[in-house]
């Protein structure tokens, strides 16, 4: 059983940056698959970007692409990143992280995905 726990997230001004943090446990962190979702007041729980198992090429949704959002982990430290830079209002938002079935291949949607964490929230004003 994996445990997920985010971190890191709160109130920031347009333009801001944060560094959201996921450390696992229970697992072997490095066979996972990881990825970030966020739920805005309102709407579905959407993808925001995932970094496989092995840590090459991440995925992000067209909502962040071309954005300086990165997402990254730290194998030995059982932990994965977020980092978001030039943060929007509409950035605003639980963000969760979640892991997959080791070994298996980054994917955009939620029903690959078996754990995850309980969320942290992101504010941003305008």
């Known amino acids: 059983q994996v445990q997920l726990v985010e971190s890191g997230g709160g109130l920031v001004q347009a333009g801001g940056s944060l560094r959201l943090s996921c450390a696992a446990s229970?697992?072997?962190?490095?066979?996972?698959?990881m990825a970030w979702f966020r739920q805005a007041p309102g709407k579905e729980r959407e993808f925001v970007a995932a970094?496989?198992?092995?840590?090459?090429?991440?995925?992000y949704a067209d909502s962040v692409k071309g954005r300086p959002f990165t997402i990254s982990r730290d194998n030995a430290k059982s932990t994965m990143y977020l980092q978001m830079s030039s943060l929007k209002p509409e950035d605003t938002a639980d963000y969760y992280c979640?892991?997959?079935?080791?070994?298996?291949?980054?994917?955009?949607?939620?029903?690959?995905?078996?754990?995850w964490g309980q969320g942290t929230q992101v504010t941003v004003s305008s």
């Open positions: 970094i496989s198992w092995s840590g090459g090429s991440p995925h």
């Open positions: 979640a892991a997959r079935t080791p070994y298996y291949t980054s994917s955009p949607l939620r029903k690959d995905y078996t754990y």
């Open positions: 229970g697992g072997t962190f490095s066979s996972y698959t």
